[in-house]
């Protein structure tokens, strides 16, 4: 957590960013848009990536970030099981399922080297710090 100031600067949130706008793009077209379960459940569990990155980071604790990492993970998984859901139905096509499959995977690999990192750092967090009188 020492290497950025701010969520916006994690490469994972950013990923994260990137699949949401792809997912909302794709999301709001054709019989997608129609489909209002898969379409809110898809959209919801992208934003979930990018709402735990941000919130574990703000909570100033490894441990907490760390938690809520493994959550903006397991929504990138689930956004990928909701993928195969809309490529089934017909929504998106083998090429959109590929890129949205591609990043959503590369989101889950940057979140799980940032887990290890912080697993392996000493650093405790913002809150641990002590305060000089």
């Known amino acids: 957590m020492a290497t950025f100031k701010r969520f916006e600067e994690i490469e994972s949130w950013k990923r994260a960013r990137e699949l949401t706008n792809k997912v909302y793009q794709v999301s709001k077209q054709g ?18 990536i990018m709402s735990n990155i941000a919130e574990g980071y703000d909570r100033s604790g490894t441990k907490e970030f760390v938690q809520f990492l493994a959550t903006a993970k397991g ?6 099981c909701q993928l195969y859901i809309a490529l089934d139905q017909g ?4 090429n959109e399922f590929a890129e949205l499959v591609r990043t959503a995977l590369e989101t889950q690999g940057l979140i ?5 990192y912080l697993r392996r750092s000493s650093y405790k967090g913002n809150k641990f710090r002590v305060s000089e009188p």
């Open 31 to 48: 019989d997608f848009s129609k489909d209002f379960t898969l379409k809110d459940q898809v959209r919801r569990a992208c934003i979930s």
């Open 75 to 80: 929504s990138a998984g689930e956004v990928r």
């Open 91 to 94: 929504y998106i096509d083998e």
């Open 112 to 116: 799980g080297g940032l887990m290890n």
